[in-house]
């Protein structure tokens, strides 16, 4: 077993154990004036070791030290050039690499893209050309583009040089990214993935491949999804081969001036998990995931595994459809009944992120929840009837660029008003946080009845562009 450093903590330890006296921030004085109920819940243990930049624990943004050496080393767990540590989430990653790449260019972006990219391109004054997307027509849901779709965009718009592509889906669906990416490259295309649902993807063999490994240049993952790390920690990782403008200026302007150790060190801790031991965990569950889905198969009547080898699917990602209940009935009855809480649930169906150390009784436990959803739906009367997805069939027709639209004067309507109006606002559900319609692209029929559908209600309000 490669043997790795953690840089970062063996300092952090090492001035826990110099008992030092803050006379600095944060307020809580190493732990010393928690409020009782954290205190009671954490002890003040875990609090004293919320550091700021002190002598020997170096600094994020201008990281020289024991942190510079744990994002190179990171890096190389991961196969990447650089890595950069991301204490404000995936979005301040994705907003650095498309402000490095994209700044007042037009660059590709498929219709399924997380609204945090959005947000980047406002920032960086970049000009999408929007990608229409492939849909499956069971379930609606998005497999992401083709090639030939990208194919046809390069030669219309030869002048886009910047592709962001997104690696796998919420559903864990990788399709056809891999031959999109050597597309791309062929055609000397800069590569930026949204790869938040995919930092586990590298480290074995039987799992859909990490687009940094088929070649992309600037991929960007939200560890904390999958892997051991606190929520918001994530990571931006560099091909080594990329020659573009670097992140790093941008990271330091989008990230925050205050970053919590605590979350560097779990960032550090989770990636060399990764390189020591994931991939016989991996191993092991994969057993008993696949036991799970045959079980579920040959034993549950009414629910089903979305599962297609063509779709190149991630199996840590379980997608279940029921022939007599919706998503929402799904989802509320295992939180009643079983106080089991999934990611999301949509029309369609339910969804949940299974962990990479999946073992036998952590499997047990959710099949014997699906087993008493499956005995609650056969006494249901009715057929649910698969409704169309919240995403775009076709692109939107766009009224305004998305910079104009988002800084122009706005207005408010009920939704049973709004067909015809021009949109004010990012339209979407939470999650998964993908815009049915963006600002400045025109509110028809067709997308009020997409909201309705989604459980909105005529009488909610939308921010629309004042006339």
């Not at 928690?34 to 002598?55: N, V």
């Not at 980047?120 to 379930?139: N, W």
């Not at 962001?164 to 990214?177: C, H, K, M």
Request: with cysteine.
């Amino acid at each position: 077993m490669t043997s790795y450093i953690p840089y970062l903590w063996q300092r952090m330890q090492a001035l826990h154990d110099r008992q030092p006296m803050s006379g600095h921030t944060p307020g809580h004085k190493n732990g010393l004036f928690l409020p009782k109920p954290l205190q009671k819940a954490w002890g003040s243990q875990f609090a004293s070791y919320d550091y700021t930049e002190l002598d020997g624990l170096d600094n994020l943004h201008f990281a020289s030290d024991c942190i510079a050496q744990s994002q190179q080393q990171a890096a190389q767990i991961f196969g990447a050039g650089q890595c950069f540590y991301l204490v404000n989430g995936t979005t301040a990653g994705l907003q650095a690499a498309i402000m490095a790449t994209c700044s007042n260019k037009q660059v590709f972006v498929p219709r399924h893209v997380h609204r945090s990219i959005y947000h980047s391109l406002l920032l960086a004054h970049a000009q999408p050309v929007y990608l229409p997307l492939e849909l499956d027509t069971r379930t609606s849901l998005p497999l992401g583009i083709s090639t030939d779709t990208l194919q046809q965009y390069i030669q219309q718009y030869p002048n886009c040089k910047n592709l962001i592509l997104v690696n796998p889906t919420y559903q864990g669906i990788t399709a056809d990214n891999i031959a999109c990416v050597q597309l791309a490259k062929d055609h000397g295309l800069t590569v930026i993935v949204d790869e938040a649902h995919g930092s586990h993807l590298h480290f074995h063999r039987d799992l859909p491949a990490s687009l940094l490994d088929a070649g992309a240049d600037l991929v960007v993952q939200s560890w904390h999804k999958t892997l051991p790390v606190m929520t918001q920690g994530s990571a931006l990782l560099v091909h080594k081969q990329y020659q573009g403008p670097s992140p790093e200026p941008f990271l330091s302007l989008l990230q925050t001036t205050s970053p919590s150790y605590l979350l560097m060190a779990s960032l550090e801790a989770g990636s060399i998990y990764m390189g020591q031991q994931v991939q016989a965990h991996i191993d092991q569950s994969l057993q008993v995931i696949f036991e799970l889905h045959s079980r579920i198969a040959n034993t549950l009547q009414t629910l089903h595994v979305l599962w297609e080898p063509e779709w190149k699917q991630d199996p840590f990602k379980l997608y279940l459809l029921s022939d007599r209940l919706s998503g929402a009935n799904m989802d509320a009855y295992l939180r009643q009944h079983h106080a089991i809480y999934s990611e999301m649930h949509d029309n369609s169906g339910i969804l949940f992120i299974l962990p990479l150390q999946t073992s036998v009784s952590w499997a047990e436990r959710l099949y014997q929840a699906l087993l008493d959803l499956d005995r609650f739906s056969l006494q249901q009367q009715t057929t649910h009837q698969t409704q169309a997805s919240f995403y775009c069939r076709t692109i939107p027709r766009q009224c305004y660029p998305l910079q104009e639209a988002f800084y122009r004067e706005k207005q408010q309507l009920p939704w049973r008003e709004a067909t015809g109006a021009i949109a004010g606002q990012f339209i979407l559900r939470y999650p998964p946080g993908i815009p049915l319609l963006v600002p400045g692209e025109m509110i028809t029929r067709e997308i009020v009845q997409l909201w309705l559908a989604s459980g909105g209600t005529e009488d909610e309000l939308v921010t629309v562009l004042a006339q």
